[in-house]
């Protein structure tokens, strides 16, 4: 949950409508870091409803090094 102000500023055409956002970039990155952190849940979540087997993190790491090699 996003919980930095965001302070935007906008760019508007000829009729007054947004169209465009700036941002500072430590918002930017904020707002980044938040939307990985919720794809990371969200794949979590597709993994443990699909109840396939799984490997310690460790023996993972192992495996790919030994790959690498």
Do not use: C, H, W
């Not at 919980?3 to 700036?22: A, E, L, R, Y």
């Not at 969200?42 to 699909?50: I, M, Q, T």
């Amino acid at each position: 949950m996003l919980t930095t102000k965001i302070n935007p500023q906008f760019i508007i055409d000829n009729q007054g409508k947004k169209i465009s956002v700036i941002l500072p970039i430590k918002d930017y990155r904020t707002i980044m870091e938040e939307l990985e952190e919720m794809d990371n849940i969200r794949l979590y979540d597709e993994a443990k409803k699909s109840n396939e087997p799984s490997i310690p993190i460790d023996q993972a790491f192992e495996m790919i090094e030994a790959n690498r090699r």
